[in-house]
């Protein structure tokens, strides 16, 4: 069970690790690179469907474009440093969680290897 538990911990790690990994390189873009996204956009070959199902997606791509550029130049300078204390708070409660879980186990499980319990002796 205790092998299961810190298996399970340490693969919640790996994939946290993984995901901030990806949080630093989208936020290590540059602003500018999303320029590209709009003229993509404009050659997609199903427009006129997506335009059938989600009315006005156009407007929404410019706004949440503008809201990627917007937010990439304000955190690019401190990303580095969010991007570390986001994967130590994630990180630490994996660990956490795993050592809470660990002690339950220990607290609860029977131990075979104990004497049995003294009787009182008669008087």
Known sequence: ???LI???ALLCIGLWSLACWGIAHLLAMQPADFQDLKSLADQWPYRDELDRWLPGWQTLLQFLLDLAQGLLA???NAAPW???TLWAIGAGLALLVAGLLTAAVLLLRKDGNKPPPALPSPR
């Open 1 to 3: 069970m205790l092998l």
């Open 6 to 8: 810190w298996a399970i």
């Open 74 to 76: 304000g955190l690019s």
């Open 82 to 84: 969010l991007v570390w």
